[in-house]
C-alpha cells in the first residue's frame, strides 16, 4: 500500500505476556518512528530510527522495551511482559528523511490493551 | 518545562466560522520547525501544515493558516470557514535542530464544529 501500515490493529493481552508490534513504512522513507498516545493524550517518543544509524532509544520507558528495523524497512517494537500501564496506542510514522521540514507519515496505530 | 503548550483541551466553533487553536513552543534552538497536525476518530494523524523557524511570512495551507509570533514563541493554527470535518484532536508538534529526529508534541485540542 502507499500509506504506513501497521499489525494487528488491535491487542488484547494478559498482563506478564511479551507482545509484538508491526510497522510497515512507506517505501523509500529512511527514517522511522515509534510514539505511544495514552487514552486522550499527546504523543510520547519511544525510538527513532535514521537509515543505518544507530537509533535513538532515549524516548523507551524501560527495558521491556525494545525495537529493531530489519533491512531499513520494516519494523517491530516489543514489549516483554506486559504491565497494565502499558496499555495505550501504539503509533508508527516514517518521513523521507530526519531533517526539519520534513513532515511525519503516520500509521493508524496499533490500540494494545493489557488486562 | 513542557517544550509544546496547547492550552485549550476542548474548543467549539459554529460551522463556516473561523477558530485558532493556540500553541506556544520552548526551545533555546534557533533553528527549528513547528507543525500541526489533524487526528481524526479513526485515528490517523495528517499533516496540516509547516512553519521554519525562519521563515519570514506565516504559512499556508488552504484553508489552515500559522500564525507565528517567534517573540512570543507560539505558533497558533487557523482554520477559517470551519466545516464539519474539521472536528478532531490537533497537535501542535515541534522539530529542534539538535535532535531533528524526535518530533516533540503536544496534549491536543479537540474541535468540535456545530452544524
Known amino acids: 500500500g502507499a500509506g504506513v501500515s501497521q499489525s494487528p490493529s488491535n491487542k488484547v493481552t494478559e498482563k506478564g505476556k511479551d507482545v509484538e508490534l508491526r510497522c510497515d513504512p512507506i517505501?523509500?522513507?529512511?527514517?522511522l518512528y515509534w510514539y505511544r498516545q495514552s487514552l486522550g493524550q499527546g504523543l510520547e517518543f519511544l525510538i527513532y530510527?535514521?537509515?543505518?544509524?544507530?537509533?535513538?532509544k532515549s524516548g523507551l520507558p524501560s527495558d521491556r522495551f525494545s525495537a529493531e528495523r530489519t533491512g531499513g524497512s520494516v519494523s517491530t517494537l516489543t514489549i516483554q511482559r506486559t504491565q497494565q500501564e502499558d496499555s495505550a496506542v501504539y503509533l508508527c510514522?516514517?518521513?523521507?528523511?530526519?531533517?526539519?521540514?520534513?513532515?511525519?507519515?503516520f500509521g493508524s496505530g496499533t490500540q494494545l490493551s493489557v488486562l | 518545562a513542557q517544550k509544546i503548550t496547547q492550552t485549550q483541551p476542548g474548543m467549539f466553533v459554529q460551522e463556516k466560522e473561523a477558530v485558532t487553536l493556540d500553541c506556544t513552543y520552548d526551545?533555546?534552538?534557533?533553528?527549528?520547525?513547528l507543525f500541526w497536525y489533524k487526528q481524526p476518530s479513526s485515528g490517523e494523524m495528517i499533516f496540516l501544515i509547516y512553519?521554519?523557524?525562519?521563515?519570514?511570512q506565516n504559512a499556508t495551507e488552504g484553508r489552515y493558516s500559522l500564525n507565528f509570533q517567534k517573540a512570543r514563541k507560539s505558533a497558533n493554527l487557523v482554520i477559517s470557514a470551519s466545516q464539519l470535518g474539521d472536528s478532531a484532536m490537533y497537535f501542535c508538534?515541534?522539530?529542534?535542530?539538535?535532535?531533528?529526529?524526535?518530533?516533540?508534541f503536544g496534549d491536543g485540542t479537540t474541535l468540535t464544529v456545530k452544524p
Open positions: 510514522a516514517s518521513s523521507l528523511v530526519t531533517s526539519l521540514n520534513e513532515k511525519l507519515f
Open positions: 517505501s523509500g522513507h529512511t527514517a
Open positions: 530510527f535514521q537509515g543505518n544509524s544507530a537509533p535513538d
Open positions: 526551545t533555546s534552538d534557533p533553528s527549528y520547525g
Open positions: 512553519q521554519g523557524s525562519y521563515d519570514q
Open positions: 508538534a515541534m522539530r529542534e535542530n539538535t535532535n531533528a529526529g524526535k518530533s516533540t
